[in-house]
């Protein structure tokens, strides 16, 4: 079964400087990858995915990630971190040659930024 | 434009106590699921379906049942409410995609937040 990992469950960050929360998973078949946000007491946004196309993705509000299948990752980065970035950040892989119909979602980065 | 409605947003139950956690979306989307969210376990999956009249279970299934009657709803019931299902419960929903798969582009409610005392 596919899984994900998410290392450094909190990660602060200053205003104006980078953000990287690191992905790693695990996949028997071809996977789709996927970076979803969670904004404080709301539902899941997908802010980018990966399906087959280009390994470089990009998001919404200036996020972007990298697919790499040699290091089984898929990082997600930002050049600049803003206030409004203050949130839960998963990661989530599904299996798109398998035969269940299952997301597997990562524990999450809880992204605080400071001013 | 609603996309996908959770209610309620909260509720306390006692032990032993059931309820029906209602969840409807207007997309017409065939695939919807319910995911409890517990504090450093991410989102676990608890039931799916793919379309009306099918459904299945998810990795925690136990305690939780489903039924899909038309596209929009998607109720998830507690059958007999226990501390352990404390949580915050997601609808989820998503268009279905080749070998009946979803897509992994989730849309979620606003979560409802239970607790059983």
């Known amino acids: 079964a596919q899984s994900v990992t998410q290392l450094d469950s909190h990660v602060s960050v200053s205003e104006g400087t980078p953000v990287l929360l690191r992905c790693n998973y695990s996949?028997?078949?071809?996977?789709?990858l996927f970076w979803y946000v969670q904004h404080p007491n709301k539902g899941l946004q997908l802010l980018l995915k990966?399906?087959?196309?280009?390994?470089l993705v990009k998001g919404i509000n200036g996020f972007e990630a990298e697919f790499k299948k040699s290091e089984t990752s898929f990082h997600l980065t930002k050049p600049s971190a803003h206030m409004s970035d203050a949130s839960e950040y998963f990661c989530v892989v599904s299996d798109r040659g398998s035969g269940n119909n299952r997301l597997a979602f990562g524990k999450g980065n809880q992204v605080v930024v400071i001013p | 434009n609603a996309g996908v409605t959770q209610t309620p947003k909260f509720q306390v139950l006692k032990t032993g106590q059931s309820m029906t956690l209602q969840c409807a979306q207007d997309?017409?989307?065939?695939?919807m699921s319910w995911y409890r969210q517990d504090p450093g376990m991410g989102l676990r999956l608890i039931h799916y379906s793919v379309g009306a009249g099918i459904t299945d279970q998810g990795e925690v299934p136990n305690g939780y049942n489903v039924s899909r009657s038309t596209t929009e709803d998607f109720p998830l019931r507690l059958l007999s409410a226990a501390p352990s299902q404390t949580s915050v419960y997601f609808c989820?929903?998503?268009?279905?995609?080749?070998?009946?798969?979803?897509?992994?582009?989730?849309?979620f409610g606003e979560g409802s937040r239970l607790t059983v005392l």
């Open positions: 990966y399906t087959s196309a280009a390994t």
């Open positions: 997309m017409n989307h065939e695939y």
């Open positions: 996949s028997s078949y071809s996977p789709s």
């Open positions: 989820a929903s998503s268009y279905v995609g080749a070998g009946g798969k979803n897509t992994g582009e989730l849309f």
